[in-house]
């Protein structure tokens, strides 16, 4: 990125922002088109800049889309989910909490889930294609494809059936799912072999009991 200031052209990249413990950060989903899709305000837990440790939780409220007539992503049939006009609109991340780690630089996110009553459930590798972050937080493109990791070790493929259709929607090519189904195998290898962050590592972790839910800023419903 190029740094205007004052009618002059600075070649000095903008530094990408390091969020403190405590702030809030959008972990958003766009799309290869440049346009937005889901969502996510997120309590800061730790970041360094390549990796953001961060809260989703249940209640906080979310941006998502969903065609005009106001069908959300799973209640369109497959040959829908893709296509189409969509416009935002105003949701709840419900039923269950979830901690985050974001690698700036991989193409996947890891998702722990908590029950209602903090019991750890499972893990979720979310495969996203990285698009580094801006001032408001982390951009990334899902890749529809995912991993669902299990207590004991036991792993499966999420969303497989979606992938034709997201393809034949230009949703990704088929060099981007070249690299998330590596990604998704290099993480089912750590899964296999107990390796961070598949080893019980934040698996006890809770919310700071003093955060207040992230806000969702009013301009998200417009774009």
């Known amino acids: 990125m190029l740094n205007l200031s004052a009618g002059n052209l600075s070649l000095e990249p903008i530094q990408p922002p390091i969020w403190l413990p405590g ?25 360094d800049g390549d990796q953001l440790l961060c809260w ?21 049939p497959l040959h829908e989910r893709f296509n189409g006009p969509r416009v935002p609109a105003r949701s709840t991340w419900r039923g269950t909490s979830t901690l985050r780690l974001v690698d700036e630089h991989r193409w ?19 495969l996203e294609v990285p698009l580094g972050r801006d001032e408001y937080g982390v951009r990334r493109v899902d890749g529809v494809l995912d991993v669902e990791v299990f207590p004991d070790g036991t792993w499966s493929w999420k969303d497989e059936h979606e992938l034709a259709a997201a393809m034949a929607a230009g949703r990704f090519d088929r060099w981007h799912l070249k690299q998330l189904r590596a990604e998704g195998e290099r993480m089912i290898a750590l ?23 992230p806000s969702l800023p009013d301009g998200l419903l417009q774009i």
């Not at 969903?66 to 209640?75: H, N």
């Not at 889930?113 to 979310?126: I, K, L, P, Q, S």
Request: proline share 7%.
């Open 56 to 76: 989703v939780v249940d209640g906080t409220p979310i941006r998502t889309t969903t065609s005009p007539d106001g069908r959300s992503y799973r209640d369109m």
């Open 108 to 126: 996947s996110s890891v998702w722990w889930f908590f029950e209602a009553d903090g019991t750890f459930r499972n893990w979720y590798v979310n």
């Open 191 to 213: 899964a296999e072999a107990r390796l961070f962050p598949f080893d019980g590592t934040y698996c006890d972790q809770v919310p700071d009991p003093k955060w207040a839910l």
């Open 23 to 47: 702030e809030e950060a959008l972990y958003s989903f766009w799309r290869l088109d440049g346009s937005l899709g889901t969502v996510h305000p997120a309590r800061v837990v730790a970041d």
